[in-house]
């Protein structure tokens, strides 16, 4: 139900004031599991709204499965999570081809990644054969088994986690790969304030699960999404974007720099943004709030900087000191 106890809202075109409205919602239904962190839910609700896959990476217990699975409830989507371990083989994510022995066919079964929002629990404990399968299914929208090839209904949004400091048993992932996540976030500790509230509400609720409720449909989504490709950007914005993707490649410290796929998440990180704020334009504010998550990742660093401690988020940095921010009416 609604705030308003009217239930989920329907389809039909969106503004900006209606999207900004709707995603506020989203964001009170998904507060009544996580408590506080509000920019990294912000964070979350933009990438999705962008359409784009998103790596949760930090240490375990903070809250990472609760966000994803927290948002597929609220925006009224099908939600499926993978446990990734070290046997995981294709088709345990894929589906495939099962014996019916009522008709002597091998009809196709759907698998784990037939949903909406799919969490891929420590993604990096997978082999590769089954992080191939799931590349497949992040870029094209599609799966392939023996019988040929299975489109997965939209949204298709993947939601990975990785513990980044237990790397026993774990595979890196492929750069293709991490390249192909819009944003990389962490969720962080809460702070001692919101940690009193999380043991109240426990304390209350006498169970472990959280009712998060579904305010939007699959559709209405869609149709948020698609407003924010109608989110007007002015060229002197799409030149900032550019510059600042460039200056990530002239960085001496970079080994490689951010690539077009960069800038293109850049800019659908931007109209989104703009779009959760409630305005149907971009301004410069929203390409800085976004570049650090949208293209740290991105970028690989020589390894002496690397060992005195410089990551992507300084390449980023710097970039934005060096860029000059444009004047837009």
Same mark, same amino acid.
């Given at each position: ?12 075109? *969106? ?95 759907? %698998? ?5 929002? *799919? ?137 490689? %720099? ?42 690989? *660093? ?9 990551? %992507? ?11 000059? *921010?444009?004047?837009?009416?």
């Amino acid at each position: 139900m609604l705030p308003d106890g009217s239930g989920p809202r329907g389809t039909g075109n *969106v503004n900006g004031d209606e999207a900004r409205a709707r995603l506020a919602e989203v964001r009170t239904a998904v507060h009544r599991a996580v408590v506080g962190r509000d920019l990294v839910l912000d964070q979350v609700i933009t990438g999705l709204v962008a359409d784009g896959h998103i790596l949760l990476e930090d240490l375990p217990g903070l809250g990472k499965t609760l966000v994803a699975k927290s948002f597929a409830r609220a925006l009224g989507l099908s939600f499926s999570r993978i446990q990734f371990t070290a046997d995981l083989l294709p088709h345990d994510i894929t589906g495939g081809e099962v014996f019916d022995s009522s008709t002597g066919a091998f009809p196709f079964r759907p %698998g784990p990644l037939f949903a909406h929002v *799919v969490l891929a629990d420590e993604i990096n404990r997978a082999p590769p054969k089954v992080q191939s399968a799931l590349l497949e299914a992040m870029q094209e929208y599609q799966v392939t088994s023996e019988g040929g090839t299975h489109p997965l209904e939209r949204p298709f949004l993947v939601m990975a986690t990785q513990n980044p400091i237990e790397l026993e048993g774990t595979y890196p992932l492929p750069e293709a790969q991490v390249d192909r996540f819009l944003l990389r976030l962490a969720v962080g500790y809460p702070t001692a304030e919101e940690e009193h509230t999380i043991l109240t509400r426990r304390k209350e609720r006498k169970q472990d699960e959280v009712e998060v409720p579904s305010v939007l449909t699959r559709e209405t989504f869609r149709a948020i999404q698609a407003a924010a490709e109608d989110v007007e950007i002015d060229q002197a914005i799409e030149e900032y974007i550019v510059q600042i993707v460039a200056a990530t490649r002239l960085d001496p410290r970079a080994e490689v %720099g951010a690539s077009p796929r960069g800038s293109l998440a850049l800019l659908k990180l931007s109209r989104a943004r703009a779009l959760v704020e409630g305005r149907e334009f971009v301004v410069p504010d929203d390409v800085k709030a976004f570049a650090e998550p949208g293209l740290a990742h991105r970028i690989l *660093v020589k390894p002496e900087p690397w060992i005195r401690g410089v990551r %992507g988020p300084h390449v980023i940095r710097s970039a934005l000191e060096r860029v000059p *921010v444009p004047k837009v009416p």
